[in-house]
């Protein structure tokens, strides 16, 4: 079966990397395509397996996709007109996998999404789909549709799927408890893995807010311990409550990461979602605290070390790495953060 995963702009050579990691020697795996924000792939193994993906948002079936959209209202023809004769054996069965209600008069709805300059409009594609479905006999049926149908044109790539993964896809359950600039999972499990997780790592996280990325490190792999401070007791309990009792051993504390309380080269790996956008105070409050947690991370850090950091404030990471005499950037990512671009830094011991 043809699978799609869309993941959050910039994380798809991750997603990518995870799915490889995840499904490569199963044999059920052939990763097709990677486009803005989404992957194409075939997998011959249970669609399940698929819904517990980290890095993904969304998880859709795709009975069409076409890699030839135009302008042209001819182009929708050539995308809808397949399924009218589309055999749905397969897929209903796959539907049914992970637990969706299908039926011979099935109650359904199109989702429409289109980018890029047409000839016609993101209705017109949702209801040239909408009629295919409805001639075979389907019905409409918003909130009780039993499926969720995408229609999507972006660029050259038209696709018709059908959502297999509910809303939640990107949650965690173990996030009980939230603070305002809480990371997305799926981006701290991101950062989590530009770590290279290692069972022999004593991990930290010196800005932890409500421990999301503490809490993707704990659930990648074995760690030796895990720390995490925060200068805010809101969001220290927050990271306890997401903790649970979960997840040994740890250490949490009340700091300020100016000043750490960590002896020197102790630490392997530090990861951490720097305060930036909305967050941030004035200009050299924020200076001052890249400035001084950085020398600090640079002190704790082993030998061959390694942080993940993201922030949006580039210029000033930038700056203030040159600075540090041991700490070199090897790779950014760009990424966006509740609709601000932000990177993501890996930095090696140099
Ligand atoms: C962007 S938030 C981190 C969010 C976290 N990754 C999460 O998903 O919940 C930044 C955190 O840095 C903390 N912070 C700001 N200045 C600090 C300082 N000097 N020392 C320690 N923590 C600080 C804030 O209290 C806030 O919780």
């Not at 989590?192 to 996280?205: M, N, Q």
């Not at 540090?324 to 509740?338: E, I, K, N, P, S």
Request: glycine share 6%.
């Amino acid at each position: 079966m043809l699978y799609s995963i869309i993941v959050s702009a910039g994380l798809e050579r991750i997603a990518r990397d995870e799915l490889t990691q995840r499904f490569d020697d199963t044999g059920h795996l052939k990763i097709l395509d990677r486009r803005p924000q989404r992957l194409l792939f075939r997998y011959t193994g249970n669609p399940n397996d698929l819904l517990s993906l980290r890095t993904a948002e969304h998880l859709f079936l795709v009975l069409k996709h076409i890699g030839k959209m135009t302008r042209s209202r001819g182009s929708l023809a050539a995308l809808s007109g397949p399924l009218a004769r589309f055999n749905f054996k397969e897929a209903f069965e796959c539907c049914r996998q992970v637990g969706l209600n299908v039926r011979r008069r099935m109650p359904f709805r199109v989702t429409s999404r289109l980018s890029g300059k047409r000839n016609f409009r993101r209705l017109d594609l949702q209801q040239v789909v909408e009629r295919v479905f409805l001639d075979r006999g389907w019905y409409l049926a918003n909130s009780k549709a039993a499926l969720d149908v995408w229609a999507e044109v972006h660029g050259d790539d038209g696709y018709i799927s059908i959502k297999l993964s509910k809303n939640d896809m990107a949650q965690r359950p173990y996030k009980q408890a939230h603070i305002p600039a809480s990371l997305k999972p799926t981006i701290a499990y991101s950062m989590v893995r530009l770590s290279r997780p290692h069972p022999k790592d004593v991990f930290l996280d010196a800005m932890c807010g409500a421990g999301t990325i503490l809490l993707e490190r704990a659930l990648i792999d074995r760690y030796d311990y895990l720390i995490g401070g925060d200068i805010s007791t809101e969001a220290l309990d927050a990271t306890v409550t997401n903790f649970g009792r979960k997840h040994q051993p740890r250490q949490f504390f009340h700091w300020d990461a100016r000043t750490l309380p960590i002896q020197s080269n102790t630490v392997d790996k530090i990861v951490c979602n720097l305060p930036f956008g909305e967050t941030i105070g004035n200009v050299p409050q924020l200076t001052n605290l890249y400035r001084q947690s950085l020398k600090e991370y640079e002190r704790v850090l082993k030998p061959r070390g390694r942080i993940v950091l993201l922030t949006s404030q580039r210029g000033l990471l930038d700056s203030e790495l040159k600075q540090r005499g041991f700490l070199r950037a090897t790779q950014q990512l760009t990424v966006d953060v509740r609709g601000m671009r932000a990177w993501i830094y890996v930095i090696r011991f140099a």
